[in-house]
């Protein structure tokens, strides 16, 4: 088989590339070199100015979808009225389906992914080459894969990861997970609920966990031996349900003890400036720093200058909450301690005094002795260091994770 003869992976994404999402970008580079074929699909277009080097290293071409609904209206008929016309039954019971979910949940948006799908399917499927589709996150990029699928008849599937299942409608998911042809997600946390969202059970739902080149992590380790003033470590984007405010209540109470320190964090977000009001009103701003979204070499560099990664994670008002955050792994592999909370799928990874220090979340005091425990008592430390790494090689390496994935794209047609 040519190289132009090779059937093509079409995968959906929110926006591409995302700094944030860098498991996404390494995973569409291994299926590459595995040997798929890839063509990207993005609803949105970058929102920062760099990308990781994995990014730029991946072949796939990429489509950018029209973002809004009004604005673009004209390109949407242009492609949607001829497909309605070619295949009125087809598109009427698509259409019939955007009702259906829009009666549910009152959002228009749900008519900006049916022309989407259209627009995919007049637009971008012809000449593409592709043969099954999948989208990441179950929520918008899922809904314009299963109105494309409708559309064109090609089977689809989608991974599920944190804040598109515990804030998406519940019928809207099992209507989704209904037509899939097989749903992945990545902690065992999400799959139990999935199955219990889906009801009927026809589809089957795989835990494949996200992972990281463990290799490529443990060679740039940490050597450092904790001392005064401690390096203290944060990479998180400034949301609710990372539980940041309870990570500085927490160096409060060690800056009220005398502890000396310096915490820095990298990430950005909608809370920044609710975040920043809290480092000046708990009198840190000479121990804290906050350094916005940065490439991953500089990520990289934090983490082997740092004694101790901590993050505060919880399940926030609207039920958004992390599954197992790939800084965790990343800081395991690095060698550096971890202290975090068990929300979520975050047990899967930090088991307490084995591979981590684990506390309730929004308990900044007990987060602060753990701090100090990790920091201060060798013997925990470096059992820790070792269990962690020994857990991150064993479970989360991303060559093999990508190889179950991969077997799933095989046997539908890739």
């Known amino acids: 088989m040519t190289e132009q003869e090779k059937?093509?992976?079409?995968i959906i994404l929110k926006g591409y590339p995302r700094i944030s999402e860098t498991f996404i970008s390494n995973e569409i580079l291994l299926l590459e070199k595995m040997g798929f074929k890839i063509h990207l699909i993005s609803m949105r277009h970058p929102r920062e100015s760099f990308c990781h080097d994995s990014v730029k290293q991946i072949q796939a071409p990429v489509d950018y979808l029209p973002q809004t609904l009004w604005q673009p209206m004209a390109i949407f008929l242009r492609h949607n009225i001829p497909l309605a016309l070619e295949r009125p039954g087809v598109y009427f019971k698509a259409l019939g389906l955007a009702f259906k979910r829009f009666l549910r949940t009152k959002k228009s948006a749900t008519f900006k992914h049916l022309l989407q799908a259209g627009y995919v399917v007049h637009k971008v499927l012809p000449q593409s080459g592709i043969v099954h589709l999948?989208?990441?996150?179950?929520?918008s990029p899922t809904s314009v894969a299963m109105f494309t699928s409708m559309l064109s008849g090609l089977p689809f599937s989608f991974t599920a990861h944190a804040k598109d299942i515990y804030t998406s409608d519940e019928r809207q998911l099992a209507e989704k997970i209904r037509l899939a042809q097989y749903v992945v997600t990545c902690t065992e946390y999400n799959r139990q609920h999935l199955q219990k969202v889906a009801l009927d059970g026809r589809t089957p739902i795989y835990r494949i966990y996200h992972g990281i080149d463990v290799d490529f992590f443990s060679d740039a380790?940490?050597?450092r031996k904790p001392a005064p003033p401690y390096k203290l470590f944060t990479v998180a984007r400034m949301t609710s349900k990372k539980g940041l405010p309870t990570v500085y209540r927490a160096l409060k109470i060690l800056n009220d003890r005398g502890i000396e320190f310096e915490h820095t964090l990298i990430g950005d977000g909608d809370d920044r400036d609710e975040i920043l009001s809290l480092i000046k009103e708990l009198g840190l701003e000479n121990k804290a720093k906050c350094l916005g979204t940065q490439p991953h070499g500089v990520v990289l560099e934090h983490f082997r200058n740092s004694d101790l990664f901590v993050l505060g994670c919880e399940v926030a008002k609207n039920g958004d909450r992390d599954g197992i955050p790939n800084v965790f792994l990343e800081s395991m592999a690095m060698g550096v301690p971890v202290v975090g909370t068990n929300v979520s799928a975050i047990?899967?990874?930090?088991?307490?005094?084995?591979?981590?220090?684990?506390?309730?979340?929004k308990s900044p005091e007990s987060m602060a002795d753990a701090m100090m425990e990790i920091l201060t008592r060798e013997d925990l430390r470096n059992r820790v260091k070792e269990k962690a790494l020994e857990l991150v090689s064993k479970e989360f390496s991303n060559k093999?994770?990508?190889g179950d994935l991969a077997e799933l794209h095989r046997a539908a047609g890739v």
Do not use: Y
Request: glycine content about 6%; hydrophobic content about 40%; charged content about 15%.
């Open 7 to 10: 059937p093509v992976l079409g």
């Open 221 to 223: 380790a940490s050597t």
């Open 400 to 402: 093999k994770l990508i």
């Open 134 to 139: 999948h989208s990441h996150f179950a929520h």
């Open 347 to 361: 047990p899967e990874v930090l088991q307490h005094r084995k591979t981590g220090l684990v506390v309730a979340p």
